[in-house]
């Protein structure tokens, strides 16, 4: 049942995670809308368009990445029984895959790859260590 229920854990934790991250990019979308015209087919017009955001659609998109991460991980921590980091690491590991084949789909400047790249597992970290602070007993 404790296998069941960690797999359970990592599994919301990634769609919570996930749903984060989409939420973001909808409202970078909300802001900064494709343009109609847009070939989505067209690599070097997609790469064109997305130089050309303004960093706040970047902005509104990392903070889906954090929150998602954040909030996967302690989601994870939260179903799994707050035991072990391993249920929020996986979350984290898994959002940042995924966000690295997003960023080799769809390029964008080099300095939120990084940056969206780095902070899924320090962030899922948190998360767990959250609801640990929370469960341990008061000195």
């Known amino acids: 049942m404790d296998l069941l229920r960690r797999i359970i854990a990592i599994a919301l934790g990634i769609a919570v995670g996930l749903g984060f991250v989409m939420v973001g990019d909808y409202l970078s979308t909300l802001v900064h809308p494709w343009p109609k015209?847009?070939?989505y087919h067209n690599r070097e017009v997609i790469i064109?368009?997305?130089?050309?955001l303004p960093v706040t659609a970047f902005l509104a998109?990392?903070?889906g990445y954090a929150a998602g991460a954040f909030l996967g991980g302690l989601v994870a921590t939260l179903v799994s029984g707050r035991g072990?980091?391993?249920p929020a690491m996986i979350v984290g590991i898994v959002l940042t895959v995924g966000n690295i084949f997003n960023q080799m789909q769809i390029p964008h400047p080099i300095?939120?790859?990084v940056v969206s790249v780095l902070i899924s597992i320090p962030l899922a970290w948190s998360?767990?260590?959250v609801?640990?602070?929370?469960?341990?007993p008061a000195a």
């Open 84 to 86: 072990p980091s391993r």
């Open 111 to 113: 300095w939120f790859a």
């Open 48 to 52: 064109s368009y997305m130089n050309n």
């Open 37 to 39: 015209d847009l070939d």
């Open 61 to 63: 998109m990392l903070a």
């Open 127 to 129: 998360g767990w260590r």
């Open 131 to 136: 609801i640990r602070r929370e469960a341990a």
